[in-house]
């Protein structure tokens, strides 16, 4: 017998398996590091932003306006307008349309976005609490600028009582859209958020959005 030959014939062997071993774990490992599938990249997705002209609407001014404003605080929103709508009946008390039927209609629409804007130039109201000489008092029909769900997806802002101030006009929509992200209203001066406690000088006299306020809605939008 030819040992010699056979002794190297076992060796080629015990090299082919030695690189195949190699071969094949080097593989797993390459597989394992390179050959997963990537994990998808988080897109951080554009808030839709629907405002809906109620009963007419508002002028052309003030509707431009308030989305020029919106789309300049939050850029990263997509706002469409849509067809004018009106209000049903029941939301109408006989002097004013009543600001919370409004945001319960306007919950019922079939409006493929996460946000719907409201905006009317008829007179809207709410029963209201106020504080008067330390006395809190029931106001059942308080005429109003806007109201929103907070946080939710509906808001409704009249010019009725704007007299035609674009500037007011436009904040006041930030005002109640910001609602909808939950944002409360903030003590800080000039701030849009601050609570008029039915006076409006909140929107007479504010002029830019505090940090803390912007950095809230900002989480809610999700960037």
């Not at 997806?153 to 930030?174: E, W």
């Not at 001066?189 to 002029?207: H, P, R, T, V």
Request: charged share 20%; net charge positive.
């Amino acid at each position: 017998m030819d040992w010699p030959f056979f002794t190297k014939k076992i060796k080629l062997m015990k090299n082919i398996f030695y690189f195949l071993f190699l071969f094949i774990v080097t593989t797993f490992i390459f597989l394992k590091v390179y050959g997963r599938p990537l994990l998808p990249t988080t897109v951080n997705k554009k808030t839709t932003i629907c405002v809906i002209p109620l009963n007419g609407g508002v002028s052309k001014t003030q509707l431009d306006s308030s989305i020029n404003y919106l789309q300049n605080t939050f850029p990263n929103t997509i706002i469409t307008v849509g067809e004018n709508i009106k209000l049903p009946k029941n939301c109408y008390n006989g002097r004013r349309y009543r600001a919370d039927s409004i945001l319960n209609f306007l919950n019922t629409l079939d409006i493929d976005s996460d946000k719907i804007i409201g905006l009317t130039s008829k007179d809207i109201s709410v029963t209201r609490h106020l504080i008067k000489n330390g006395k809190k008092v029931t106001y059942p029909d308080f005429g109003i600028f806007g109201l929103a769900t907070c946080p939710g997806k509906v808001c409704v802002i009249s010019s009725y009582r704007l007299n035609k101030n674009i500037d007011m006009f436009a904040k006041t929509v930030v005002h109640e859209f910001m609602h909808t992200l939950g944002v409360g209203h903030c003590e800080h001066n000039f701030c849009i958020m601050q609570d008029g406690k039915g006076s409006g000088k909140n929107m007479k006299e504010s002029n830019t959005i505090h940090h803390d306020c912007l950095r809230q809605a900002n989480y809610s939008l999700n960037y």
